[in-house]
């Protein structure tokens, strides 16, 4: 299964962000906190150097706090100021004072001249990883589009926080050429790539194998399976009985089978679930 999915849209906002980052003093990066890794774009690792940047690992309420808190030494171990949050539970005092301390030293230059600083933060990220849900928790309303599928923002746009607080909401960037197929493939799981770009039953045969190395037993009893070890078209067939995702004479139903236990996971219903894990040595076992 090949997955390549990079709008002619997103090249556009490319080029429109590269051109904005050069009058912000924060950079607030959005990932998936269950898939810490492969919801980062590389490009944008690259075009933020020498930014001020907080890394918010959100749906942090959907991940296993242990990954989680691995992820978050390891982050810390390179320079990367970074933090656990969820956009639709969390507090929005919480992600403004990161903004605050991320820009205390532009804020103190500022009124050393006598002046009472703006701050300006760019909120960036891959698609669907919550970027315009931050933006409506920290405004108090829904100013900024939202939706459960990738490509609703399309343009940046500014909003006011505060006097002396202004976000940038910008569209979710994907980088041109998915080179890495594991990362590409997650990235589906999340709904950051369309899904009509993929074969879904393929795409939900990964997706439960990863939860089934990630946490077997709860994903058995989530999905009705008695056996662990089936892989393959063979889980998806156990899956559908499981659930009884069956059609007359007993045929398994793959269509709602797909759609289900996609929209289970990206709704959060399968557990708090990190589907990947920093390098060994970060491991919650080994950080001791």
């Not at 590389?42 to 933020?48: A, K, T």
Request: proline share 6%; aromatic share 4%; with cysteine.
């Amino acid at each position: 299964m090949e997955i390549n999915w990079y709008p002619g849209h997103m090249a556009k906002a490319r080029r429109l962000l590269a051109d904005q980052l050069r009058r912000v003093d924060v950079v607030l990066e959005l990932c998936d906190a269950r898939l810490p890794d492969s919801s980062r774009n590389p490009d944008l690792e690259r075009m933020i150097t020498g930014k001020k940047r907080v890394l918010l690992m959100n749906k942090a309420d959907l991940a296993d706090p242990n990954v989680t808190a691995a992820w978050l030494r390891y982050y810390q171990r390179r320079g990367i100021e970074a933090a656990p949050y969820s956009a639709i539970s969390g507090k929005a005092k919480e992600a403004l004072s990161l903004i605050d301390r991320a820009a205390k030293e532009a804020v103190e230059k500022a009124a050393a001249k006598g002046m009472k600083k703006t701050v300006r933060a760019m909120v960036i990220g891959v698609p669907n990883v919550g970027k315009s849900t931050l933006i409506n928790k920290l405004h108090g309303s829904g100013i900024a589009k939202t939706g459960d599928r990738p490509g609703v923002t399309r343009a940046n746009q500014w909003v006011n926080i505060s006097p002396y607080l202004q976000l940038m909401d910008s569209p979710g960037l994907m980088w041109p050429k998915l080179s890495d197929q594991v990362a590409a493939r997650r990235l589906c799981y999340i709904g950051s790539v369309k899904d009509d770009v993929v074969d879904l039953p393929m795409l939900t045969i990964c997706l439960l194998e990863d939860l089934l190395d990630a946490k077997p037993a709860e994903t058995c009893a989530r999905f009705h399976l008695e056996d662990p070890s089936l892989r393959g078209e063979a889980l998806l067939e156990a899956v559908c009985r499981g659930r009884g995702f069956l059609m007359k004479g007993g045929v398994c139903d793959y269509d709602r089978c797909c759609s289900v236990v996609l929209d289970e996971f990206r709704g959060g219903k399968c557990g708090r679930i990190t589907l990947e894990r920093p390098p060994k040595e970060e491991r919650p076992d080994a950080a001791n």
